[in-house]
């Protein structure tokens, strides 16, 4: 079965602080893609970062970057100098290349940044 | 270049009648998936339709759910004879093309069965 799993149901940090989310996943297809999306209180879906699993470099997306352990099946998502607007909601998600393209999400980290 | 559009924003019925709930994908996109997401949990997958031709149907419950995406219109998730339990949050999203583009979504149809 394909899973993600999110160990951190909830976290809070100050303003400006960086934090880092963790991630598991588990498949035993070799090419995927990794999301990382935010659902802020309006509940839209945002992509926030995307990563091939065939690439070895992290993806980075200005304060956002991600540390993609492929044989440990981990992708965590590093938020640098938080932000009051990046309070909500963060799923990780894989998606299997050339299959069905479904999205496959985990239960998401409620992030509250204070000020 | 508008994004995905749902509608209604929201949308309430009472026990036993039905539910449609609308999606337009971006323009020049013709792959759409339709989630569910339950209270405090992720979205999960229900159907995933090309113009005209349901594709992956394997997340949709087998009795009172369809949908379909017609060669011209939106895509229309169809549940009839709604029951508590289907209240969710219903999102879709839209796709260019297989596998090597991004899925975008739209703000989610949020039906509350009464």
């Known amino acids: 079965a394909q899973t993600v799993t999110q160990s951190q149901p909830e976290m809070s940090v100050q303003e400006a602080e960086t934090v880092t989310l963790s991630c598991t996943y588990d498949?035993?297809?070799?090419?995927?893609?990794l999301f990382w999306y935010k659902q802020p209180p309006s509940r839209q879906m945002i992509l926030v970062i995307r990563q091939e699993a065939y690439k070895q470099q992290n993806a980075t997306e200005n304060r956002f970057s991600v540390n993609f352990q492929k044989a440990a099946k981990s992708f965590s998502l590093k938020i640098s100098d938080s932000q009051l607007g990046d309070t909500a909601m963060y799923f990780c998600a894989f998606m299997i290349m050339n299959r069905d393209d479904k999205i496959i999400f985990g239960k998401g980290t409620r992030l509250h940044i204070l000020p | 270049n508008a994004g995905v559009m749902q509608n209604p924003r929201h949308l309430v019925r009472r026990r036993g009648q039905e539910a449609r709930l609308r999606c337009s994908p971006m323009k020049g996109h013709s792959h759409v998936y339709w989630y569910r997401q339950l209270p405090e949990e992720g979205l999960k997958f229900m159907v995933y339709?090309?113009?005209?031709?349901?594709?992956?149907e394997s997340g949709m419950p087998k009795e009172r759910f369809s949908a379909e995406f017609p060669k011209e219109g939106p895509s229309i998730l169809r549940i009839q004879q709604v029951v508590r339990g289907d209240s969710a949050a219903y999102f879709c999203a839209s796709q260019r093309s297989r596998s090597t583009d991004t899925q975008y979504f739209g703000p989610g149809t949020r039906l509350t069965v009464l």
């Open positions: 498949t035993s297809e070799n090419n995927y893609y």
């Open positions: 339709l090309q113009k005209e031709n349901i594709i992956d």
